[in-house]
């Protein structure tokens, strides 16, 4: 398709949007008068209007019923959690049985290793991408000396070639068949945070698999973005936040996935607690510990039920609009996005760089060459919020379920005055 920089080509986008109602479905901060462009649902998602309702829910059954809450609540809230199960396995290609909600990303992450890091002497070294999130890095570096291991030594790191900025999968497949037998885990984010590459899952999957290693994906940036198979992918484990592109608030809890082939398994050790004790017996308060069938055994608290209310309202949406139409129109808007970089680009004499590859999500990272701190304060002053990396890389993520291509064109508009005022 051939776009226009205009605004009523925008328009017509919008026109024809099959998402457009869901822009309405949302609270959007403003910037004086006007309503923000908001490119930072990568980070944190945007708060859906009937969250409210979710939370004022629970605290009504709490003010009204107090601890009969768990049990009679409309809905209970010792196996609220499971209500998520559900449409989550949809999201990420699972089996409702492989999917829990517990606790936070890396705390889970921590949990999953005790799970699926067991180094022996032979096989012990972790594959993870040079540069992963930081909280991974350090979950990583402190899991191996946990083991008595040297990091230095242990954690292989493969890194993007000479003067490029992202991975080649054909490298990582290297990489895993060259440590083979001393590979213990490959664990790497999905899709990168940096630079907004989506990593092949399913090749490198199976290259790993292969080399006898077991394999987990950190999907913070994956999940409500991208297309997930993990089941069918025979991904060992997974685990992902909540509050990025899928909108259930700041620092809300997260989902695991555990495959199938690990369920009720005596030889998969894990953390224990009460809630993954089968529920029929649970307060029998027997000392054994009988494991609920499906991954929910891995769960140790009752469910933070505040927490999760958002995190089900978020969730209903994405019941409603599916993951087909999502990417869609995701693929649609960061194709305008770009194109509008390009236009703008021409006019104020080259000065992007995008740096996503073609294997992208919602996110486009772009170096502005000769630009500096001075301009991202200007488009947080126009009510473009942004995300800055010094010295001068913006990652923008136009949320499908809530940006609009009248967004990208605005955003155009800000972008090539706030150079311009520096000419
Ligand atoms: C956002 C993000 C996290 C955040 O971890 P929390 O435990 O939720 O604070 C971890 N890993 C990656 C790859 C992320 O993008």
Redesign the pocket.
């Known amino acids: 398709m051939s776009f226009e920089n205009s605004l009523s080509f925008a328009r017509q986008l919008d026109a024809a949007d099959p998402l457009r109602e869901y822009r309405k479905a949302f609270h959007f901060p403003r910037v004086g008068d006007k309503q923000v462009i908001y490119f930072t649902g990568n980070s944190l998602g945007l708060q859906p209007r009937r969250t409210q309702q979710f939370v004022d829910d629970i605290m009504k059954d709490w003010r009204e019923l107090a601890v009969e809450g768990h049990f009679y609540a409309e809905k209970p809230w010792w196996d609220y959690h499971e209500r998520l199960a559900e449409p989550l396995s949809r999201v990420v290609g699972a089996k409702p049985e492989e999917i829990s909600v517990m606790n936070?990303?890396?705390?889970n992450l921590h949990l999953l290793m005790v799970s699926f890091f067991r180094p022996t002497e032979k096989r012990y070294k972790i594959l993870c991408e040079e540069k992963a999130?930081p909280?991974?890095q350090y979950m990583l570096q402190s899991q191996l000396r946990f083991h008595g291991l040297d990091p230095d030594e242990a954690l292989v790191e493969v890194k993007k070639r000479e003067g490029e900025h992202h991975w080649h999968t054909g490298d990582i497949i290297d990489k895993i068949e060259e440590l083979g037998d001393s590979l213990a885990l490959v664990l790497i984010?999905g899709v990168n945070?940096y630079n907004g590459q989506v990593f092949d899952m399913e090749a490198i999957t199976a290259a790993a698999k292969k080399a006898g290693a077991f394999v987990g994906w950190?999907l913070?940036?994956a999940v409500g973005n991208v297309e997930l198979h993990l089941h069918d992918w025979g991904v060992d484990f997974a685990s992902w936040?909540s509050y990025?592109y899928m909108n259930s608030g700041p620092g809300n809890a997260?989902g695991i996935f555990i495959h199938e082939q690990y369920l009720d398994r005596e030889d998969i050790p894990r953390f224990e607690g009460w809630w993954g004790t089968r529920k029929e017996s649970r307060f029998l308060m027997k000392p054994t510990f009988e494991p609920i069938a499906t991954a929910d055994a891995w769960q140790l608290s009752n469910p933070p039920v505040l927490a999760l209310a958002p995190y089900l309202a978020s969730l209903e949406i994405f019941e409603e609009v599916g993951m087909k139409a999502i990417i869609e129109k995701r693929n649609k808007i960061v194709a305008y996005l770009e194109f509008i970089l390009h236009e703008i680009d021409r006019q104020v004499e080259s000065r992007f760089e995008i740096i996503t590859p073609e294997a992208r999500g919602c996110q486009l990272s772009v170096f502005l060459h000769g630009e500096g701190r001075s301009l991202f304060d200007y488009l947080m002053k126009e009510g473009v919020i942004v995300d800055w990396r010094e010295p001068n890389v913006i990652r923008l993520a136009p949320a499908p379920l809530y940006c609009s291509y009248e967004d990208m064109y605005a955003f155009g508009q800000v972008l090539k005055a706030g150079i311009e005022r520096n000419y």
């Open positions: 936070t990303l890396t705390v999130f909280s991974d984010g945070y950190d913070a940036h936040c990025k997260s």
